[in-house]
């Protein structure tokens, strides 16, 4: 996680409240940023987090970390 938010320009603890939700709605550029790190296109974002039920950060069926924590998380930690 560390790498990955170093590379996007954004510290750690915004990435870690990010992931957990304690920031509901990160900036355009940070979020662009952290795609590109990821190697995601805005596209896959965007269809990640545009399911409106249930809300992102809450878990889905068959996604048991949640919207982005799956997203940014599987990079994290591999």
Known sequence: MLATALEAGISPETLRKIESGRVATPSFP???AIAQVLD????TVWAQISQTDPPMGIPREGDPDGAMASVAGAHAYA
Do not use: K
Not at 40 to 43: A, G, K, N
């Open 40 to 43: 995601l296109s805005l596209d």
């Open 30 to 32: 940070t979020i662009a």
